[in-house]
Structures are given as C-alpha cells and as structure tokens.
C-alpha cells in the first residue's frame, strides 16, 4: 500500500465504488438483486382468475413489483397491467384489512374479528331458523379459497353459492359442458386455422394465449375474427368477419351444415367418439349458409369457403370457446357456444395437436364433506 500512496481504507473505499460502479450500469431490479436486498417469492397473481405464475419482489418487507415467472405456462413470464399494478391494490390506503360495522349513526367502525365472527354466526343461526338455511345465498369473485366457501355453504344447508361465473363465461362452460363434459383449451401454439367468435385475444388478459397464436401464426396459421368490432384481434387477423351482433349461434350452424353436407367432417371421430349423428344432421338440415346470411350479413360463399379451409386445416382448426364476448353475454350466447363446440367436434379436433386440449386431472387428497346433518339440509353447491 505505501507504494501506491494508498492507504488500507482508501483501497477499501475505492473497490467499493468500483462494484458500485458496475453496479450503476445494471437496471433497478438487477441492482437490488445482485445487492441482496431483493426477494423473489414464487406465487400465482389472485388480480382475475387466470391465475397467471408471478413472482412478488420484496424489499424492506414491502412487495414492490410483480414479475412473470416464466416457467408457467399460462402466462409464459408476462403478467398483464393488471398483475403488474398488483402492489397498489395491496397497498392501497383505503383496502380493508378488518370488519367494520355500521353503527347507528350509519357510520362504520372497526370492530376485531371475534365479534364480527360471532355477530355474523348468531345472525344466520337466526336467519337460518326462521326462513331455512336456503335464505344464505354466497356471491364472491371465485378465488383460491372458493372450496371452503362452498363447503361453509353446503355444510350451513343452502344450495346457493355463486360467483362472477355467472354474469361472464358461465354461458360457455355449461355449453361445454353438455358436449364434451368439461371445459376444453386451446392448442393455441400449433393451430393452423384460427376461429374467433367474439374472443379479442389481444385485447385481453391471457399474454401467455397472445404469444402462442402469435408463434402459430408466425409458422403460417390462419387468423380469422368474427366480430361486429373491428377490435385488436380483428386488425391483426388475416380476416375479420364483421357479423350482425348476436348471430354467431346462426353462422356456426351453417359451417356445421357446410362440414356435414359436403361430407367434410372427421368421420372416425363422429363414429367413435359421438353419438346422435343422423338426429343432428335431420335438425340442422334448415340452417343452410343462404339461411345464415340473411341472419349474420355473411355471404353463404364466405361461409362454405371458411368451413372448407377449416376442414382442409383439420384437427388443428379451432372454433375458440371463447371468453364472453361472441359466446356468453346475450339472449342465445349459450346456443352460439354450444354450436361453436359441435363444429369443433365436426372438426374432430378434441385433443389433437393444435386442436382442443383437456386438462389432465390432477390426482388430490380428499377431504369428506360435513357429517349428514350437520348442516340442517342437503347442500349440493350452486
Ligand atoms: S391475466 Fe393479469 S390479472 Fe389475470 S392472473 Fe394474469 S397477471 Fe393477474
């Protein structure tokens, strides 16, 4: 050191500004981390319910921002602007963080969750003896916790638990649900041919969904947009379809009509895998592309041509569940979604590569309801 002119503290303080030096170079997030001060946890984004794979990042015992984790495949490491703002929701000065009761003054004040538990429990015990335990009805956002929710509500008697389902997608599942049990995805990463009823993919929530359509797109899939909105999607397909609002369900039965008429369909699916072919033949029998466009303002040739070019793209040519828009939210939105899975079905689709896909189950634990009577009825869920 006596060489240099540099004594042992001075040595130590420049090293230190040289780390911090190349620490300056470094983005926020990456100064924190290589400091230590920052921690990663891994936790799913409760912001809506695709619960997209994040991590919260924690400084000071404070989550300052989210990041995607990009080893989950909903998201593929992008939450939206919703997951990002996550932080502020949980922050936020006016969240409720414990009971508040409203005094006679219409005021509300905090009480502690003992009284706020007992209160709550007396009051249905209550409720529950002079109307019946069905007098409960439990809305909430379903979330994380929805089991023991529905359990809470089976074992007090009521039948009626509900959530945001029902004024969104309930449409689509139950429409699902009737023709191929369950709600099915989409391989959205090797489609070849890509119809949307009404979805807007990019206008929406699921970064993970965008990016896929988006690689399959890039290996040559077609895009196509039925929308009466020339919405995100619309602009970025290879074409839009502007149908009357509320036709999808018409439009859909004429591509079954085209797919069953010309003798397009997936023969060994529909003979393996389904049952009342000729009764659906026999009803759709009206439903001709003549017959659609004077409902959707689509010409009967642009339909014949879409559903040949599906068929030709077949099984990994898609009609999208959709979310809400095109299949859930008006008069025969149910009918449109359950039109939409019968054409997917025609397309024989079900778990082929690029088609629709069944998430696998997944083996649990299993937890026994309330012993019988426990709860003074027959429960059963909403
Ligand atoms: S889509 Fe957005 S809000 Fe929904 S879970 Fe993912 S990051 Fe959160």
């Known amino acids: 050191m006596a060489t240099t002119g540099l004594s042992r503290r001075d040595f130590l303080k420049v090293s230190g500004l040289g780390a911090g030096a190349a620490l300056v170079g470094l983005p926020r997030s990456a100064r924190a981390r290589a400091a230590g001060t920052e921690r990663r946890v891994p936790t799913l984004c409760e912001m809506c319910s695709s619960r997209c794979g994040v991590f919260a990042v924690v400084r000071d015992g404070r989550v300052v921002r989210v990041e995607g984790n990009p080893d989950h495949p909903v998201n ?10 996550a932080p502020a929701s949980l922050y936020d000065p006016d969240r409720l963080r414990q009971p508040l009761k409203r005094g006679p003054d219409g005021r509300f004040r905090p009480i502690s969750w003992e009284q706020a538990i007992q209160e709550i429990a007396a009051k249905l015990q209550e409720l529950k003896a002079q109307y019946g335990p069905q007098t409960l009805v439990w809305a909430e956002y379903q979330n994380l ?5 529905r359990r809470f509500v089976e074992a007090f008697g009521s039948p009626n638990h509900t959530g945001h389902a029902a004024l969104c997608f309930a449409n689509r599942n139950v429409a699902y649900a009737q023709v191929f049990g ?3 995805s989409v391989d959205y990463k090797n489609v070849r041919y890509y119809l949307s009823p009404g979805r807007n993919l990019l206008g929406g929530v699921k970064a993970g969904d965008v990016v896929k359509l988006a690689e399959a797109r890039a290996h040559g899939a077609r895009i196509v947009a039925l929308d009466p909105r020339y919405s995100e999607l619309a ?26 008429e010309e003798d397009l369909y997936d023969r060994d699916f529909v003979a393996g895998r389904t049952v009342g072919f000729e009764e659906f033949r026999q009803a759709i029998a009206p439903y001709t592309p003549e017959w659609a466009e004077t409902l959707t303002d689509i ?20 009609v999208d569940p959709g979310w809400h828009g095109g299949n859930g939210m008006y008069w025969n939105g149910f009918e449109a979604a359950r039109a939409g899975a019968v054409v997917n079905a025609l397309l024989g689709n079900l778990g082929a590569k690029g088609g629709l896909v069944m998430a696998p189950k ?18 059963g869920g909403g």
């Open 76 to 85: 593929l490491g992008r939450p939206c602007a919703r997951g990002n703002a």
């Open 145 to 149: 916790n929805s089991g023991l929710y």
């Open 182 to 184: 369950s709600l099915p």
């Open 235 to 260: 602009g970025w397909a290879d074409e839009w379809l502007p149908i009357r609002p509320a036709t999808d369900a018409a439009f859909l039965l004429a591509l079954a009509w085209v797919l069953v």
């Open 299 to 318: 010409p009967a040739a642009t339909i014949r041509r879409i559903a040949r070019e599906m068929a030709a793209a077949r099984p990994a040519a898609v």
């Open 362 to 379: 997944v083996a649990l634990g299993r937890i026994d309801n309330p012993p019988e009577g426990a709860g003074g009825g027959d429960g």
